[in-house]
C-alpha cells in the first residue's frame, strides 16, 4: 500500500488516501463520469482522510440520490465521492491524485449508461 494525496483544482480541497501504487481505475460512460473526466479508484472509506476543505465542499445528488458527488466550492472539481454502486466507500478520481505516487496505472471502460445491468462488473472496494 502507497499513501497518495491529492485534492481540486485551487487546492482548498486536500486529501489522502492508502491505495496500491498500481492503479487499477474505472472509466464510466454515465453522463456525470463522461461530462467530467472522472476516471475512479473505489477505496474503503477507512481508506481516506480528508486533509483540508471540508468548508469548501459542496454536495450534488441526482437520480436516486445515494451518492452523494463533493465539488469544491472555489473551483468545482469533484476530486471524490461516496458512489451508489459502494457506499461504504469513496470514488476517488484518479486524475486527482498527485501523480509522484502513482507507478502504473490500469483503466478499465465501465458501461454506466447501462448502470443497471451492469453494476456488477465495477471492480471491487481496493483493500
Known amino acids: 500500500m502507497t499513501t497518495h494525496k491529492g485534492g481540486c483544482h485551487c487546492g482548498r480541497v ?3 488516501l492508502d491505495a496500491p501504487a498500481n492503479i487499477k ?3 464510466c460512460n454515465c453522463s456525470i463520469c463522461r461530462m467530467s473526466g472522472y476516471l ?3 477505496i474503503p472509506k477507512h481508506a481516506f482522510r480528508l486533509i483540508c476543505g471540508d468548508d469548501d465542499l459542496e454536495t450534488y445528488t ?3 440520490g445515494v ?3 463533493y465539488f469544491c466550492r472555489n473551483c468545482g472539481v469533484k476530486s471524490f465521492y461516496v458512489p451508489r454502486s459502494h ?3 469513496y470514488s476517488v478520481n484518479v ?3 498527485d501523480p509522484d505516487t502513482i507507478e502504473s496505472m490500469e483503466v478499465t471502460p465501465f458501461d ?3 448502470w443497471e445491468e451492469n453494476v456488477s462488473k465495477l471492480s471491487p472496494i481496493s483493500d
Open 40 to 42: 475512479h479508484l473505489i
Open 62 to 64: 441526482f437520480n436516486t
Open 14 to 16: 486536500r486529501f489522502e
Open 87 to 89: 457506499p461504504t466507500g
Open 112 to 114: 454506466g449508461q447501462q
Open 67 to 69: 451518492a452523494q458527488h
Open 95 to 97: 486524475n486527482c491524485i
Open 25 to 27: 481505475a474505472d472509466q
